[in-house]
């Protein structure tokens, strides 16, 4: 039986997966991406997901040479993030000509980026795509990865790399250790209409059980929903009828967009917090959520994964340009040490907000309400908060010239 020779092997073709195919191919690369899902099936889903891409998220989109695609079918810019904690006086508005950007970030449907990637990946030479398909067994070798797929096919690769998310098969194949926390929350998600216009302002509300997140989509009267809550709670809010529920969200957003209609059906997603013990082994690369999961409270999630993405990019292709093997172990350990150090401040970070937030105590909602004030009316305070969700303390150097070599 032939056996087919790639450079790089990604199994996993969501956003994070297929962002590495695109930036590996720009650098002839060969490459292979396996997806368990048929593209088109998982394209055309109904529900409307979004991922809320910060600056420095679409700088690696740029450099791929998605953006403009990304830009033309619907991703909407917003201007400003307001964040209030529910039945307090403490607010924070965090806008974008504090900065000197046009944008804080942009809101794109999950759909959309991935067409955008697919279709790039078409035109360019060195990819392949591979789908209904999954690995069975893997050999690690010195040199190279020798991989058997569950169809008996064989393939060859100097570098394998885990993008196939929390349950991740290659993570576990490998016996990597994942240290991870239990939230006991789950993730409500759906799109609303709402009765006032979104003003491209996401919103973020904090609640003594949980985060409401208010995401502005392309329709002015149109918001994405994250609303994480207690997971009993979250299954009541499941099956509750729909008036119902739209009462329940509209006071819950303290009516600030008026009252609201929900427009798909409901789902969840249970949260945990996981983080791997190491993002690196022999001939293995972990990135996105196979390294590390947390909270949807920052909304950072697939942000960190293209960062990872860009990490990497930076790494292997270096290698690739003066001849060196992109799989060595010693080599891809700049990647882990970098990676897992802005990963953990980030989950670090995560909890400390969410202990403080956690709860109804008085003294509790007295402190944040005066913590929030505090950062609202300090511009020091609050450009570091604007950096963190822009994504700038965290993206590599080579991002901003737009230059990977």
Known sequence: MQIHKFDLVINGGGIVGLALACGAIKNNLRTLVIEQKEFFTSLHSSKIRVSAINTASSLLLKYLQVWNDLLSKGANPYHQIEVWDK????????????VGYQQLGYIIENNVIKQAMLDNISKMNHC????????????????????????????TSKLVVAADGANSWLRNYADIPLTFWDQKHSAL??????????????RQIFHGNGVLALLPLVDKHLNAIVWSMNSDLA?????????????????????????????????????????????????????????????????????LGLMDTAELLSQINQLNKVGKDIGSYLSLRRYERNRKYKVAQMLTGIQVVRGLFDGNNPFKKLLRGIGLQLVDTSPSIKQLFINKAMGLNDMPSWLLFNDVS
């Open 189 to 202: 998600l759906a799109t609303i209409s709402t009765e006032l216009p979104h003003e491209g302002i996401a």
């Open 87 to 98: 039945d307090s006086f403490g607010k924070i508005t965090f806008d974008c000509g504090n």
């Open 128 to 155: 392949k795509l591979l789908t209904s398909a999954s690995l069975r067994d893997i050999v690690w070798g010195n040199k190279e990865v020798l991989m058997t797929l569950d169809n008996d096919q064989k393939i």
């Open 235 to 303: 299954q009541q809010l499941l099956v509750t009828s729909e008036v119902n529920f739209n009462a329940i969200l509209a006071k819950s957003y303290d009516l600030a967009l008026g009252l609201c209609t929900l427009k798909d059906e409901r789902n969840i997603v249970p949260i945990r917090a996981s983080y791997a013990r190491n993002f690196v082994a022999n001939r293995l690369v972990l990135i996105g959520d196979a390294a590390h999961t947390m909270h949807p409270l920052a909304g950072q999630g697939v942000n």
